[in-house]
């Protein structure tokens, strides 16, 4: 497995844009925390979620390709199979991979669910310790806000991960709080 430090390599030599890393960033975080609660590797699952879209730069008028690309970039790295397939899985609609590991299903679920997060936390006043698991979950419920981040891939939570939505979205809200400084919430 590559260290933390050099998934930060790989991150910034294919995402030039600051605040597509801070999306990254926000990932890891999530992934950290959740590999706790679920039983994995926190680093293991930290790394998962830094490289889950680090090619998004280059394939993101093909969608097909995406996860596909930096799946191949890291196994020819070396990296474990489990995450190369977890990034290949995150965009199974695509991919055609199904996710399914507890680590696979974590990072489709938590990965809309952080762009919510941040969004809400613009609303107020782009601080993460202003926001509370109320607000989220009210904003959760207007599709109109953040159309983007999918609802429904969220609420795999309930299914794949066993564990109710409001619990999930306390415990990536968590997470995010606790990266704030790196990702200037």
């Given at each position: 497995?590559?260290?933390?430090?050099?998934?930060?390599?790989?991150?910034?030599?294919?995402?030039?844009?600051?605040?597509?890393?801070?999306?990254?960033?926000?990932?890891?975080?999530?992934?950290?925390?959740?590999?706790?609660?679920?039983?994995?590797?926190?680093?293991?699952?930290?790394?998962?979620?830094?490289?889950?879209?680090?090619?998004?730069?280059?394939?993101?008028?093909?969608?097909?390709?995406?996860?596909?690309?930096?799946?191949?970039?890291?196994?020819?790295?070396?990296?474990?199979?489990?995450?190369?397939?977890?990034?290949?899985?995150?965009?199974?609609?695509?991919?055609?991979?199904?996710?399914?590991?507890?680590?696979?299903?974590?990072?489709?679920?938590?990965?809309?669910?952080?762009?919510?997060?941040v969004a809400v936390a613009l609303v107020h006043s782009a601080e993460l310790a202003r926001v509370s698991l109320e607000s989220v979950m009210k904003k959760f419920s207007s599709k109109s806000f953040a159309a983007g981040a999918d609802r429904e891939r969220i609420r795999?939570?309930?299914?794949?991960?066993?564990?109710?939505?409001?619990?999930?979205?306390?415990?990536?809200?968590?997470?995010?709080?606790?990266?704030?400084?790196?990702?200037?919430?």
């Open positions: 497995m590559i260290s933390k430090e050099k998934a930060l390599e790989i991150l910034k030599a294919n995402i030039k844009n600051k605040n597509l890393r801070k999306h990254h960033y926000a990932v890891g975080a999530a992934m950290r925390t959740l590999a706790e609660k679920y039983g994995g590797d926190p680093a293991k699952w930290e790394i998962v979620g830094l490289l889950h879209d680090a090619d998004y730069e280059e394939t993101k008028d093909d969608p097909d390709r995406h996860g596909l690309v930096m799946a191949e970039k890291l196994a020819e790295q070396g990296l474990a199979d489990d995450i190369i397939r977890a990034i290949k899985a995150h965009n199974y609609e695509h991919t055609g991979i199904m996710p399914e590991s507890k680590l696979e299903w974590a990072l489709v679920t938590c990965d809309d669910l952080t762009g919510l997060i795999l939570c309930e299914d794949k991960l066993d564990t109710p939505l409001e619990d999930f979205v306390g415990i990536v809200l968590d997470a995010m709080k606790g990266a704030s400084e790196v990702l200037g919430l």
